[in-house]
């Protein structure tokens, strides 16, 4: 388990500024390579804020007994692996990017596309809050100027 190799806190900042999990030397390329996952039915991949991706090597992925993908957290992560995949069972309705369900054919695909939809969502939240915060301030003002029209009104 991964709490067993975490030993330290440098360990886990480590961890942290992972930018893949299988990674290669440069001058070992992975071509034709196969990497088989063969009991592995999970993935959750969170608070990875360098992640770009599971690989970036050209090598085939098999994960015949996966059902389920959680990514949260990972917002660099652009794509799952360079080379082809297998992913099992893994499709609509059990994958997670950001906390929603997404699912668009394949797994690299779908994170490509998520990815983008979030930092759309993300963006217009960011507006929204904006817009809010303006009409917040502008509803303060138009109380403090009926406020002070009253007082005057009270004086006289």
Do not use: H, Y
């Amino acid at each position: 388990m991964i709490e067993e190799i975490i030993d330290t806190e440098e360990d886990l900042l480590k961890i942290k500024i992972l930018d893949e999990i299988v990674t290669t030397k440069e001058e070992e390329q992975m071509i034709g390579d196969t990497i088989l996952f063969p009991q592995l039915e999970e993935i959750s991949l969170a608070n990875l804020e360098n992640l770009n991706c599971f690989c970036s090597g050209n090598c085939e992925f098999q994960f015949p007994s996966l059902n389920k993908l959680e990514i949260s957290g990972c917002p660099n992560m652009k794509t799952f692996s360079s080379g082809p995949l297998s992913t099992g069972k893994l499709g609509e309705g059990n994958i997670s990017i950001g906390g929603q369900e997404f699912w668009m054919g394949d797994l690299n695909t779908t994170i490509q596309n998520a990815s983008e939809l979030l930092k759309q969502k993300i963006i217009m939240n960011k507006m929204k809050m904006m817009m809010m915060t303006k009409q917040i301030e502008a509803a303060e003002d138009d109380e403090d100027d009926e406020r002070v029209k009253q007082i005057e009104r009270d004086d006289e």
